[in-house]
């Protein structure tokens, strides 16, 4: 019987990870983030960063296609090896496809998504024109909002999810922080301001 749960948990956990490949490992390679000041510091919102929140949704909803490795070695494991094995492959890559897709239909938006690169795109213009907060305006991306670094105006009330830097509290501790959160940010919109 404890064979059966270690193998159950042993499949959940594999399919967990493989599912999270794209989001936890792509945008961490070094030369993604050479453009980006270290973790936790603030991001200058331009070009590079927008790109990157599109990015950031790409990997989120590719999840669903690296879901299909578990999903295919768990049918195999169910059908023709060990069953708990296959069905804790099933069951979490499952699960994973399932609550995208409804997450979806939902309305629930990725923790990265086209609608927060078009408002960091909005801020990045708007500074950029003679509309600005102050003369010498330069919209940063903090951890709850992005403020300018010039007159410290809160420009976007949006708090940063995260970004695919290499985290500064370590690799372990950044990669259990990843899994509990899943990308989203730590810090809840402010609805009063």
């Known amino acids: 019987m404890?064979?059966?749960?270690?193998?159950?948990?042993?499949?959940?956990?594999?399919?967990?990870l493989i599912t999270r490949i794209p989001y936890l490992?792509?945008?961490?390679v070094k030369s993604w983030n050479e453009q980006f000041p270290p973790h936790p510091g603030p991001i200058y919102v331009d070009a590079h960063l927008v790109q990157r929140v599109l990015h950031m949704r790409m990997f989120y909803?590719?999840?669903?296609?690296?879901?299909?490795?578990?999903?295919?070695?768990g049918w195999i494991s169910l059908a023709h090896g060990s069953a708990p094995f296959g069905f804790g492959l099933w069951t979490v890559a499952g699960w994973l496809v399932?609550?995208?897709?409804?997450?979806?239909f939902a309305g629930e938006e990725a923790p990265c998504n086209k609608q927060m690169a078009m408002r960091l795109q909005q801020v990045r213009n708007i500074?950029?024109?003679?509309?600005?907060?102050?003369?010498?305006?330069?919209?940063?991306?903090e951890?709850?909002?992005?403020?300018?670094?010039?007159c410290g105006i809160v420009l976007l009330n949006e708090p940063r999810p995260d970004l695919g830097r290499p985290r500064s509290d370590g690799w372990i501790m950044g990669f259990v922080r990843l899994i509990l959160t899943?990308?989203?940010?730590i810090m809840a919109v402010d609805e009063e301001e």
């Open 25 to 28: 490992t792509f945008p961490r």
């Open 2 to 16: 404890w064979i059966d749960f270690f193998e159950f948990f042993s499949g959940a956990i594999m399919a967990y």
């Open 98 to 104: 399932l609550s995208r897709i409804t997450g979806f």
């Open 182 to 185: 899943d990308g989203k940010p």
């Open 61 to 73: 909803w590719l999840a669903i296609v690296f879901a299909i490795i578990p999903l295919t070695f």
């Open 143 to 150: 951890v709850t909002s992005v403020k300018c670094k010039s």
């Open 127 to 141: 500074s950029d024109s003679e509309d600005a907060c102050c003369a010498f305006a330069q919209p940063m991306w």
